[in-house]
């Protein structure tokens, strides 16, 4: 089945550092991938996707590029606020069948912590 | 305006009752989910609904009915509540299972 695997946290870093978040991930076909945040006490949001190879997400100074090669879509952001505090989750969500619409496979989150 | 809202945001409940927590989007989707968040904050998907179909369905125990009685709004009730239940219950939303629009979550402590 499908599986997400994200690096453990927590991650602290200080101020615009350079934050970089690792997942790697096991699927059939052609999922789409997220990353969705979750700020404390909130819901989750969406952060940014990319529904095929090679497609870049970005969104909010974050990036994150599918590869297809090494089944990778590692997070990135040159330099961190400490608003970015938050947990960061890769998912993916694939193949669109009928017992799996939709369906999020999440990763186990990563806690990133920003010092000022 | 809320995209995707659950009530209550926070319930805490006595083992053996029942409960439920609710869910409305606005945002015209046809797929609406339940996820479980559990104390180490990690995912996993319950249920889902298409157009008022059940058609993901976790292996979850049977005291869980997620109800949906039309495609803006889904209900999960939980009988005979066990304190393992407690965790963050999240709703989620989606057109043709696109991206997924998330609720705020409930909170939901057993004691």
């Known amino acids: 089945g499908n599986s997400v695997t994200q690096m453990e946290g927590p991650v602290t870093l200080s101020e615009e550092a350079f934050l970089t978040i690792n997942c790697t991930y096991t699927?059939?076909?052609?999922?789409?991938l997220f990353w969705y945040v979750q700020y404390p006490g909130e819901g989750l949001q969406l952060l940014l996707k990319?529904?095929?190879?090679?497609d870049k997400g970005s969104n909010k100074g974050f990036e994150a590029t599918y590869r297809k090669e090494t089944t990778s879509f590692h997070l990135e952001k040159g330099s961190v606020q400490v608003s970015d505090s938050a947990v960061y989750f890769c998912?993916?969500?694939?193949?669109?069948?009928?017992?799996?619409?939709?369906?999020?496979?999440f990763g186990a989150g990563t806690q990133v912590v920003v010092t000022p | 305006d809320t995209a995707v809202s659950q009530t209550p945001k926070y319930l805490v409940t006595q083992m053996g009752n029942d409960k439920s927590i609710k869910c409305e989007q606005n945002?015209?989707?046809?797929?609406m989910y339940w996820y479980k968040q559990d104390s180490k904050k990690f995912l996993k998907i319950m249920f889902s609904y298409n157009n008022k179909e059940l058609i993901i369905n976790e292996t979850v125990p049977n005291r869980f009915s997620p109800k949906s009685p039309d495609k803006a709004h889904l209900n999960l009730h939980i009988n005979s509540l066990e304190l393992g239940d407690s965790a963050v219950y999240f709703c989620?939303?989606?057109?043709?299972?696109?991206?997924?629009?998330f609720g705020q979550g409930t909170r939901l402590t057993v004691v």
């Open positions: 989620a939303s989606t057109f043709g299972g696109a991206e997924a629009f």
């Open positions: 945002l015209g989707h046809d797929t």
């Open positions: 990319a529904t095929k190879a090679d």
């Open positions: 998912a993916l969500s694939g193949p669109m069948t009928t017992d799996s619409w939709g369906k999020l496979q």
């Open positions: 699927a059939t076909g052609y999922p789409s």
